[in-house]
């Protein structure tokens, strides 16, 4: 079955430290994106990709950093930089963002800093 | 005031009961809008998508009043399982030209037996 796969499920990061957060589609869609939701607030957008090698800033992208080497691949990159890391990451793809196609989500990674 | 704003409740309904969501935005621009569902933890899951004509699937009724600038959501008839956070989402015009989803801080809803 087609799907979106965010690994892993929980993430610990110490102090200082980068921590990689993986996403994988295989739903062949064109746009994926990265989206943060904290206690009581809607998601907020990370970093979006429209296509291979290409992506940009969304509301929040200080901090953090990504990259889009493969159709299928969207990794997430929390750095050192982003001072309160501590949330819900959820990874989400759509066929095509310029037609405002509905949002599939992956499963999320709850990102703790320790 | 928020692009995207929605009653964060608690509704706490009984089994059975009807129950309805008020979604209300900011845009008048927005071209389309859907309500997701999210349980605790977990992915938010598409529901329904939201026509001017209104749309019902099942046991839910989903309306949009650009007027107004509101999406409503109806659950008749709920169940246990209806217990989770809804999510009002929106698609607008971003200022570059491009468009930008923007999403509610969700209704929680607490069915009890």
């Known amino acids: 079955d087609g799907g979106i796969t965010q690994s892993p499920k929980y993430l610990f990061r110490k102090e200082g430290q980068n921590v990689t957060l993986s996403c994988e589609q295989n739903l062949n869609h064109d746009a994926m994106y990265w989206y943060r939701q904290d206690p009581g607030q809607g998601l907020r957008l990370i970093y979006y990709s429209q296509i291979v090698n290409d992506f940009q800033k969304g509301d929040i992208a200080e901090g953090y950093s990504v990259s889009r080497e493969k159709k299928e691949s969207f990794p997430l990159t929390v750095t050192s930089a982003q001072k309160n890391p501590t949330a819900f990451y959820l990874c989400a793809s759509s066929k095509d963002r310029g037609r405002l196609d509905k949002l599939f989500f992956g499963s999320g990674t709850q990102l703790s800093v320790l | 005031r928020k692009e995207v704003e929605q009653d964060p409740g608690p509704f706490n309904v009984p089994e059975g009961a009807t129950v309805a969501f008020n979604c209300t935005y900011s845009?008048?621009?927005?071209?389309?809008f859907f309500w997701y569902r999210q349980d605790c933890r977990k992915e938010p899951k598409l529901l329904m998508s939201v026509y001017s004509s209104g749309n019902e699937d099942g046991r839910f009724t989903a309306q949009l009043n650009r007027a107004s600038q509101y999406i409503s959501l109806l659950i008749r008839d709920s169940k246990l399982s209806d217990s989770a956070t809804y999510l009002c989402v929106v698609n607008m015009r971003g200022n570059t030209g491009g468009f930008k989803t923007i999403f509610g801080a969700g209704t929680r809803l607490f069915v009890k037996a």
């Open positions: 845009n008048s621009a927005s071209q389309s």
